[in-house]
């Protein structure tokens, strides 16, 4: 499988992010299309080992055929489980893309874009049971309102919610095309498909349960990184990014310093750098990295 199942963003910022030790043990949380990993096992030796994460059946087909890499059809929420079932108590880098896969957005029977005409699915993981169609046909009007302000940060939310209900009402909403023409009619011309992404992102965050599962990985990744370790996050939407700063800067997803009995921050991990962005050559090149944060924090020792 090529790199055009998903362009790898910011492939070399993200990967010295992790420091590469040759005989080191790191995991890729978001295998996708492999771009990433492929250049991590380039720079590891013989002793070296990578674990690959993702939940969607058709990355695995792309899994390098590499006894230095192990393929991990899973959400990377269960990362410790794994990683304890594969005998390894710390690693030395993690990595994880969090943007949807071009694969997703490109594969029109998926339900993941408003450029394809679909049924209304959006799930990353085949096996799932709760689908966008779901979502947009027995949620309460309150509970999408909620969705689409707060995955979407959409300040219309609230009409856009009541567009749906009315819509559905009418006729089931089954397809991509048939969401899309519910909810066109409450955004402007000139933002209407930057609002329509940012509906069919909500979607999805909330059918793949994205925010929790990135709340249980970043809290495993303390505890799992070993003294030195590298944390290395690429964002795309404000949401996660807060998330991902304040574990960075605090070790938790509130963003609450403790302190030791000196009054000095108590972090189990520390950011190296500062946030990085993709450069403005990267993004003509691939419009999809404009809207990447990358962030990369170290584990302290104990």
């Given at each position: 499988?090529?790199?055009?199942?998903?362009?790898?963003?910011?492939?070399?910022?993200?990967?010295?992010?992790?420091?590469?030790?040759?005989?080191?043990?790191?995991?890729?949380?978001?295998?996708?299309?492999?771009?990433?990993?492929?250049?991590?096992?380039?720079?590891?030796?013989?002793?070296?080992?990578?674990?690959?994460?993702?939940q969607d059946l058709d990355a695995q087909a792309g899994a390098p055929q590499d006894e230095r890499f192990t393929f991990v059809r899973s959400n990377f929420r269960f990362v410790?489980?794994?990683?304890?079932?594969?005998?390894?108590?710390?690693?030395?880098?993690?990595?994880?893309?969090?943007?949807?896969?071009?694969?997703?957005?490109?594969?029109?029977?998926?339900?993941?874009?408003?450029?394809?005409?679909?049924?209304?699915?959006?799930?990353?993981?085949q096996r799932a049971r709760l689908t966008a169609h779901q979502v947009v046909n027995e949620y309460s009007e309150e509970q999408l309102t909620a969705i689409l302000r707060l995955?979407?940060?959409?300040?219309?939310?609230?009409?856009?919610?009541?567009?749906?209900?009315?819509?559905?009402?009418?006729?089931?909403?089954?397809?991509?095309?048939?969401?899309?023409?519910?909810?066109?009619?409450?955004?402007?011309?000139?933002?209407?498909?930057?609002?329509?992404?940012?509906?069919?992102?909500?979607?999805?965050?909330?059918?793949?349960?994205?925010?929790?599962?990135?709340?249980?990985?970043?809290?495993?990744?303390?505890?799992?990184?070993?003294?030195?370790?590298?944390?290395?996050?690429?964002?795309?939407?404000?949401?996660?990014?807060?998330?991902?700063?304040?574990?960075?800067?605090?070790?938790?997803?509130?963003?609450?310093?403790?302190?030791?009995?000196?009054?000095?921050?108590?972090?189990?991990?520390?950011?190296?750098?500062?946030?990085?962005?993709?450069?403005?050559?990267?993004?003509?090149?691939?419009?999809?990295?404009?809207?990447?944060?990358?962030?990369?924090?170290?584990?302290?020792a104990s």
């Open positions: 499988m090529s790199y055009d199942y998903h362009t790898p963003v910011m492939l070399q910022e993200t990967v010295e992010g992790l420091d590469i030790k040759p005989d080191g043990v790191y995991v890729d949380l978001t295998f996708g299309g492999g771009g990433h990993s492929r250049e991590i096992l380039s720079r590891l030796s013989r002793k070296g080992h990578l674990y690959g994460f993702d410790s489980n794994w990683m304890m079932y594969y005998g390894h108590e710390n690693v030395d880098g993690i990595l994880a893309d969090l943007g949807v896969s071009s694969h997703h957005l490109d594969m029109g029977e998926r339900g993941f874009s408003f450029r394809y005409d679909a049924p209304l699915d959006m799930r990353m993981n995955y979407g940060e959409l300040k219309q939310s609230r009409q856009l919610a009541s567009a749906i209900v009315k819509a559905r009402t009418q006729a089931t909403i089954d397809t991509t095309g048939q969401l899309a023409a519910a909810v066109s009619p409450q955004m402007g011309r000139q933002r209407e498909k930057k609002d329509l992404a940012k509906v069919f992102q909500a979607l999805r965050i909330e059918v793949n349960g994205e925010m929790e599962a990135l709340r249980q990985m970043l809290n495993a990744t303390t505890q799992l990184l070993a003294p030195g370790g590298r944390l290395v996050v690429l964002t795309y939407h404000s949401l996660e990014d807060r998330m991902v700063k304040n574990i960075m800067r605090s070790g938790n997803i509130e963003g609450q310093t403790e302190q030791d009995i000196y009054g000095n921050p108590n972090s189990p991990l520390r950011p190296v750098g500062k946030m990085q962005t993709p450069s403005a050559e990267e993004q003509n090149e691939n419009p999809r990295s404009r809207s990447a944060k990358l962030r990369i924090a170290e584990r302290v």
